[in-house]
């Protein structure tokens, strides 16, 4: 299947929040995780879209159809003390995987990090996901074991 041609890879836009919802929920499901509508659209107006994001995302079209996306923020680190960006999310729909719209959206990590003045990107992805593991480690990412923890401090962001 090429569709190379058609292929665009695109800054989110407010009218892709809900086509963006059906994607996470199909991320979730990739990635045997829970996954509950709770209001993430209104949520994510104002995390993309207000005066100072907080969130910064990407939606992969294929013939005008969503068929991916990507999500990043920037960070901090201590050590270092520079600025990071971390992609939050990248996941592409079945068919439209081994196309190159993975590598797409790393050249879009790539010029977003340099734009927001940060010295690299990280992310995680679960340790059974080999198709994913693969092709970072093919766009010369490099991995650094660590165990992540999730501590649960209540409901976050929810008004």
């Not at 509508?37 to 949520?43: A, E, S, T």
């Amino acid at each position: 299947m090429d569709m190379s041609h058609d292929i665009t890879v695109r800054p989110i836009e407010p009218g892709d929040l809900d086509a963006l919802l059906e994607l996470c929920r199909e991320h979730a499901a990739y990635e045997k995780a829970a996954f509950a509508d709770n209001g993430q659209v209104r949520r994510w107006s104002s995390a993309f879209f207000s005066d100072r994001p907080t969130l910064y995302g990407w939606l992969a079209t294929a013939g005008g159809e969503p068929c991916g996306f990507m999500t990043a923020t920037t960070d901090f680190a201590t050590w270092s003390a520079e600025r990071f960006a971390y992609m939050d999310c990248l996941y592409l729909r079945e068919p439209y995987r081994r196309m190159g719209i993975g590598r797409l959206f790393l050249e879009r990590l790539r010029k977003f990090s340099a734009e927001q003045g940060c010295g690299w990107a990280e992310w995680q992805t679960p340790p059974d996901n080999e198709l994913g593991i693969g092709f970072y480690r093919r766009m010369g990412a490099d991995a650094k074991p660590k165990i992540r923890f999730h501590y649960d401090v209540g409901v976050c962001g929810v008004s």
